[in-house]
């Protein structure tokens, strides 16, 4: 068997709490010690004793990728959002010198891997990769779904001020997730829009970045608007309970490589409308109402069927709950050591 270090930085980063943190922290455990793990950028001398390094975070605009190697090399792309919609996205002079050196960088990489078959697609066209050396292993659940006593559950839902019926949305407000339009749906039906995640409660960022400007703009306009409700970070057994109590989960997103909280959504058994995005329908499949994320018309009228149906929201869960199995880190583990073992 070869000899694999997988570099930790993720796990030290501003990453740690974030999509790459996640996914490497889930896929070191999943591994089950068959790698090395630490920080590579403390330890270069070890690295000519391995027969594969993998670098488990790319950034297009940092220089987070070394164009000399030591070994069979793998790198972790999740997606190039910024590639798709540079307008929302701008590198500056730096980044734009930063990319150039990530793409020579990249030349002589023996593998990527990548989260879904639309990342693969935007990477091979975007970077110039062949896709034969791009191989998918999609993500799992972070969170773990744990059903929770009703006495419990009244108890969070009159803690944070929860009215009986509510779209649940958790993440990130980037221009991607496209949370304006979903506001602006979710008022249009007069039902409350519940938001967790702490970037929803963040003041502590650049309002003049065209990247901050939906937050911006959110939080000047529904700061204070009762059927906006941004909770900020959740703990996790308050947020079971929240799942528990959610009418339905939106995923409202413009663009995702992949789209965690759509299959977290499924495991927790909450009908699901999302956006019909080509990763959002390869992760979900037929367990959601989809919409056209660029009408708000569109969000609410899917929004206000799921909501005003019972026997629809049955069978999206029942769908869910089964696509839901098709994920899990040890699926994610297997298929990424296979791509290890395969490099000659």
């Not at 940092?62 to 090399?73: D, F, G, M, V, W």
């Not at 590639?83 to 930063?98: D, H």
């Not at 292993?137 to 744990?146: G, Y």
């Amino acid at each position: 068997m070869k000899k694999i270090a997988v570099d930790t930085l993720p796990l030290v980063s501003g990453h740690a709490a974030r999509g790459m943190g996640v996914y490497v922290r889930n896929l070191l455990k999943h591994l089950n010690k068959k790698v090395d793990s630490f920080l590579f950028l403390e330890n270069m001398d070890k690295l000519h004793d391995y027969d594969v390094i993998h670098y488990p975070y790319f950034d297009l605009f940092y220089h987070t990728l070394p164009i000399a190697k030591q070994a069979k090399t793998v790198v972790t792309i999740p997606d190039v959002t910024p590639l798709l919609y540079p307008k929302y996205y701008p590198p500056g002079l730096k980044g734009s010198i930063n990319f150039i050196f990530q793409k020579i960088a990249l030349r002589n990489i023996n593998a990527v891997i990548t989260i879904s078959e639309t990342s693969k697609k935007d990477i091979v066209r975007f970077l110039n990769i062949s896709a034969d050396r791009v191989f998918v292993t999609k993500l799992a659940s972070n969170f773990k779904i744990v059903k929770k006593p009703e006495q419990f559950i009244s108890k969070v839902k009159l803690r944070y001020k929860l009215p009986d019926e509510f779209v649940l949305y958790i993440g990130d407000v980037n221009w991607n997730k496209n949370l304006l339009r979903l506001i602006k749906a979710v008022k249009k039906i007069n039902r409350t829009l519940v938001i967790v995640g702490k970037s929803a409660v963040n003041i502590d960022y650049d309002k003049n970045h065209i990247e901050n400007a939906p937050l911006r703009e959110i939080q000047e306009k529904y700061g204070k608007d009762k059927e906006v409700m941004r909770l900020g970070f959740v703990p996790d057994e308050d947020l079971n309970a929240i799942w528990q109590l959610a009418t339905v989960y939106c995923m409202p997103s413009l663009y995702e490589g992949f789209g965690l909280s759509v299959v977290e959504a499924m495991d927790a058994g909450v009908p699901l409308v999302c956006s019909r995005t080509q990763a959002l329908v390869e992760v979900a499949g037929d367990a959601a109402e989809y919409f056209d994320p660029y009408s708000v018309d569109d969000i609410a009228r899917k929004l206000a069927k799921v909501i005003s149906d019972k026997q629809l929201q049955k069978e999206l869960v029942l769908k869910g709950k089964s696509m839901a199995k098709d994920y899990s880190w040890q699926k994610t583990a297997k298929q990424t050591l296979e791509v290890y073992e395969s490099l000659r």
